[in-house]
């Protein structure tokens, strides 16, 4: 007879589903505890940082920003007023690559309403630039083909009138 209670089934199925959310994000996401340590990240998070998931969690949330103490502000902030909403900071690789990205990010509280982490999403701003850079040149491709259609327009003009002319001259 067993008399304390299994409860390893629901709290299985709420790992997992807290899991599978973390992972549903495309971009990089990661919660992080108030001391600026990494509690967990997602596989966007390893794709971006170079670095395995069980070597992110501990470290320092900072470290993995090529402009360490701006990050190590930007965690302070966010802690501090709750939020944070298009921070831009430079993700590094292992690789040396390094990403810009914009981080959003809110903190989350225990039931009696004590701050015990944040969960940071990063943008990366390659896509944000790259969709600019495409809106900006089919501007400016429309804006070629329309002056291009005038002067096509125009020059149909002066061919009629040229052919007049000609008939004109054929007349005499």
Do not use: C, W
Not at 42 to 59: F, K, M, P
Not at 75 to 93: K, N, S, W
């Amino acid at each position: 007879m067993n008399l304390i209670p299994d409860n390893t089934g629901p709290m299985k199925e709420s790992e997992e589903r807290y899991r599978s959310l973390i992972e549903a994000s495309i971009d990089p996401l990661m919660t992080i505890s108030p001391d600026g340590k990494i509690k967990d990240a997602n596989q966007a998070t390893v794709a971006i940082s170079g670095i395995e998931r069980d070597q992110l969690i501990g470290s320092s949330f900072a470290g993995y920003f090529f402009d360490t103490e701006n990050a190590a502000q930007v965690y302070r902030q966010l802690f501090a007023q709750g939020t944070i909403a298009d921070v831009a900071l430079t993700l590094r690789h292992t690789s040396g690559k390094l990403t810009n990205v914009l981080l959003n990010g809110s903190v989350f509280k225990d039931n009696q309403g004590n701050i015990i982490g944040a969960v940071v999403v990063g943008r990366d701003l390659a896509e944000r630039k790259l969709a600019n850079e495409l809106s900006l040149a089919n501007k400016e491709l429309a804006f070629q083909n329309n002056e291009k259609e005038k002067r096509a327009q125009e020059l149909i003009i002066a061919n009629k009138e040229l052919a007049f002319q000609n008939d004109e001259k054929e007349k005499r």
